[in-house]
């Protein structure tokens, strides 16, 4: 590869955290420049891409000397479709866009790309250009003419100005984001500029693959791993430009950008549906896999962990006298259950909040804090801007990701990858799975360095974590009779949820999975609190699921919600009870009872969620619900 980036690994500066106030809206960007048709390496990349936002798609490519488009709003199949009845003219480099709309209706006038008034310059984004009016006014009384309702439009008027002085389209670009005030991927082709595409980035993903002759720019590597496997990560405010040569990476300044170069260790199989109807289905699937991934090569011969990547002294993980978890969705969820392990295994004061609660309320953090940071995407603006306040506090962050080359785990002083693969759905599955393994870890190796733990005891407990994997995998042979009673269910309004300690946040998870794929009124709650006010919503034939703790070792967890599986069926409920095999005293109180292998309480959850999983994706299918793409979502929320 020619390229002229640098390769280094900075340690990133705390970012000035007004910067992430603005808000990013999702969305899918790909650009591609090189031998191939770009049109279907764009539309092939938008559809790996479509889970970040499906409200219109559209796409550009430069043939001839002239620039080309299409964009319709609705999902990519819509695009596809106004491509197969006005086919645009083969060329060899492009951009295409999926947008998850926030201002402006989606509708195909707003849908990108965003072209110039002589058609020349077509323009993609991710972001929000906050300064844009002002912008726009100065564009219209120089007589350009916008006609969408966004930001963006600025963008491709003002680059094609700066185009036609620059005559170069990277420094056009610098020129532009110097103006420019938000949040902000930018992907954009000049009619002008054959064989370039150019990107810029501040406050939102653009990852470039490298390929052999041909190079590519996508918010995630999904997108071109079909292609190529080598990566590049951009940094804050960087522009790249990209010819099928080779790569240059500046800053907005102008001058050479440092960047990482990496490999990813998936390939384009991983992101198929591989026969499965949904990609849910197949990552509920994965998590045998996932969960052993997870733990592959962090336990050596002698059943110790070595968590090299924890690259925070073992000296100043021993003085850290609290840790705060920061989590959104699922990843929060796993977070509880963190907490649970953390404490009990290490002793030293955890608490877990919500990210987008956590700097609105001054939190006390100091260098002898540890924040661990949860995040499937890695790009969770909440997360983000958690993280971002706690350093600025002088705390350490650790972050627990699935996404490499991701924004969250580059601004943290160390991370822990899941070894998940990537996780299309919606709906997180697998991801919280690897999650939960990744907190044992991080729980147990604390333990292990503050002494907390004895040497075989972490060696029992570390085997206990290496069976869960099988575990998982004998759970999901045994989910048909789940299948049935979700499809029995279909008619039902409410479901609730209830759980005692780790299970609690078990049924909280279970209540989310449902609200988000089969738009039923779920609630979790902690069984003990039922008395306290929820018991009231139970009437004749309510469906309750119901998590059940070992009876073995805290049985009197166990005993209590055995207590209170009887109340709420007094009341009339219908209760589906998940309960460890051999767990007799549950069976006279269930209508329904679905088994789940014995583990030790703290891993129960690493089991107990996988009916829940099934349950919810089959309830959705049941009610004719779109399962991967729920109403509304979208994978990664970059907004705060
Ligand atoms: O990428 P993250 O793990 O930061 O995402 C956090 C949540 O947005 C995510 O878990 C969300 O709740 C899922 N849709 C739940 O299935």
Redesign the pocket.
Known sequence: MSQRHRASWARVPVPDCSAGRKLTPMCGIVGYVGGQNALDVVIAGLKRLEYRGYDSAGVAVLADGSLAAAKKAGKLANLEKELADRPLPTGTTGIGHTRWATHGAPNDANAHPHLDNAGRVAVVHNGIIENFAELRSELTDRGHELLSETDTEVVSHLLAEAYSSAGDLAEAMRQVCRRLEGAFTLVAVDADAPDVVVGARRNSPLVVGVGDGENFLASDVAAFIAHTRDAIELGQDQVVELRREGVTVTGFDGELGDVREYHIDWDASAAEKAGYDYFMLKEIAEQPKAVADTLLGRIDANGRLVLDEVRIPAYVLREIDKIVIV?????FHAGMIAKYAIEHWTRVPCEIELASEFRYRDPILDPRTLVIA???????MD?LMALRHAREQGSRVLAICNTNGSTIPRESDAVLYTHAGPEVA???TK?FLTQLVACYLVALYLGQVRGTKWGDEIVSLVRELSDIAKQVEQVLGTMEPVRELARSLKDKNTVLFLGRHVGYPVALEGA??LK?LAYMHAEGFAAGELKHGPIALIEDDLPVVVVVPSPRGRSVLHDKIVSNIQEIRARGARTIVIAEEGDEAVAPYADHLIRIPATPTLLQPLVATVPLQVFACELATARGNEVDQPRN?A???TVE
């Open positions: 989590a959104c969705g699922t990843a949860i995040s499937q995407s890695g790009e969770t997360t919606v709906a997180s991801a989310l999975k988000e979502l994978k990664s929320v």
